[in-house]
């Protein structure tokens, strides 16, 4: 797995711009007096910094963009990094700095002079940045160098820096799972990766094929029926609250090749991460175990694999579900909404849930319709939807409300069973919500995140480097303190 970052605080010591020897991170803006590390290294540098700042270049940057001095004269680092940032910056002015710094960041410690700025905000988005995966590489790369943050309060901010740290590691973890390849992240690999999260302070249960017949979850396996490797559902439980729990599903597709309906050969590659739900719930549930989170919170995960062969699913076949509606398969490339059906059944069954939440990269209807900015974000409870765009945009992930309705049920309507899993291309992730929507029960809060477009990139997104992204993580952390979580 990635390796995690290291950082230190230390109390702010101006000879130490001049005699640092990596990357020095200085902050300025022409409207307001330069920091006092700014006017050190602009003395030092013989008037640099100033000439930087009054130029053209400077003054096109948004704040907390960056501009970088390479080798400096007078100073001992081999670049100077100076981040247009006002005295009293709001968090996308934060967020994008420490964008930038994460961005520039490589081998070499980074001194970074925060002085009273915030310093969880852009430390976080600095971790969150510097990132790249490099598992499956022969000979990687040395890992990203320490960063040296300097403080006026340091002792103030220890809680802080552990906290960005933490979910900077789940981040990083989530990116991990969704980047890794099929043949390296099974179903069985995966689980087993999953047990030893139980060192962290997590209950894990594993349910393994038998057991998943034994409790009726006939739709979940008849997905992986066609694929070597056993269907699981794991089961992650952190209790840091009494009281009925918030249970995260996530959809765990280890590789989807569409099944009998197989998908086209162009671009499967990338349904690596057709277990990105899952990956964002296991990333979520360490971030919750590792800050010990007030909060009573059980992450579901549906581990699976769609595969063609003489034992899988077809179209026309029909399953039933644990609820023990008959579901008509129209389309086996529409396999995710079958694993979350039963395991979305299994949650409110067994947990008795105060609300359900599911993440699955479930439509590429929800690409055509926000692209790769934004989730579809679909709920049955005004409250709770709510309350997740305000903590997506808090955390600086994109999240976009889309419709639930009765009348998109016609187009899931099966002739000769109780419902089909597919509606064909019209409204097709909203047809898919729709479906999940008769596996969860009316008195029970719902919300389902269609994360398709957002779970990997082909370029830089908000946070992170193009792939996997980690979208998902810091949003349902935020709405956990914001509406779950004990004060």
């Known amino acids: 797995m990635t390796a995690s970052q290291r950082t230190r605080l230390q109390s702010f010591d101006l000879d130490e711009i001049a005699s640092h020897g990596g990357r020095v991170i200085v902050f300025a803006d022409r409207e307001t007096p330069l920091p006092r590390a700014t006017k050190r290294a602009d003395r030092i ?14 003054s096109k940057l948004k704040s907390g963009e960056g501009l970088t001095l390479s080798w400096p004269s007078g100073l001992q680092a081999e670049a100077l990094q100076i981040i247009r940032l006002p005295r009293k910056p709001d968090a996308l002015a934060l967020r994008r700095a ?9 081998e070499k410690t980074a001194l970074l002079c925060l002085d009273t700025l915030p310093a969880r905000e852009i430390l976080q988005a600095a971790l969150l940045r510097a990132y790249d995966y490099q598992a499956q590489k022969a000979d990687p790369k040395p890992g990203f160098g320490a960063f040296h943050i300097m403080l006026r309060a340091p002792d103030t901010a220890e809680a802080d820096i552990a906290e960005a740290e933490a979910m900077a590691r789940a981040v990083h973890l989530t990116r991990d799972l969704v980047n890794a390849p099929a043949n390296i992240l099974t179903t069985t690999s995966f689980a087993a990766q999953i047990e030893e999260m139980r060192g962290l302070g ?3 249960e594993i349910l393994d094929e038998a057991d998943l017949e034994a409790h009726g979850m006939r739709a979940m396996l008849a997905v992986g029926q066609g694929s070597e490797s056993p269907s699981k559902l794991a089961i992650l439980h952190w209790k840091g ?9 996530g959809k765990g597709v280890m590789f989807d090749t569409g099944g009998v309906s197989l998908k086209p050969a162009a671009g499967m590659e990338d349904m690596t991460m057709d277990m990105g739900g899952a990956a964002v719930t296991v990333g979520l549930m360490q971030a919750l175990a590792e800050r010990k989170a007030r909060a009573h919170v059980v992450g579901l995960v549906g581990l699976v694999e769609n595969m063609p062969d003489g034992r899988a699913q077809r179209p026309g076949d029909v399953v039933r579900s644990m609820k023990g509606d008959m579901i008509e398969v129209i389309n086996t490339d529409a396999e995710g909404r079958l694993v979350l059906a039963d395991v979305l059944w299994y949650a409110q069954e067994h947990l008795k849930p105060a609300a359900v939440i599911d993440l699955a990269t479930l439509t590429g209807a929800i690409i055509i319709a926000l692209g790769h900015d934004k989730a579809g974000v679909f709920a049955n409870d005004d409250g709770l939807a709510s309350a997740f765009l305000a903590a997506a945009e808090q955390a600086g992930e ?3 409300r889309m419709p639930l309705d009765p009348a998109y049920d016609t187009l899931i309507k099966s002739r000769i069973a109780d419902v089909k899993n597919s509606g064909g291309r019209p409204a ?3 047809t898919a919500a729709q479906f999940l929507q008769r596996f969860i029960k009316p008195e029970i809060p719902w919300m389902h995140l269609d994360i398709a477009g957002v779970t990997l990139t082909k370029t830089d997104s908000a946070h992170a480097p193009k792939g996997a992204s980690g979208w998902g993580v810091l949003a349902l952390d935020t709405l956990i303190r914001t509406r779950f979580e004990e004060s």
């Open 428 to 430: 097709g992730s909203i």
């Open 98 to 106: 420490g964008n930038s710094i994460g961005k520039a960041h490589g």
């Open 241 to 249: 609250a009494e009281g009925p729990p918030l249970a995260v599903v």
């Open 398 to 400: 994109g999240a976009w």
């Open 45 to 58: 540098t013989k008037g640099a910094v100033g000439r930087a700042i009054a130029s053209d270049g400077f």
């Open 202 to 204: 997590l209950e894990v």
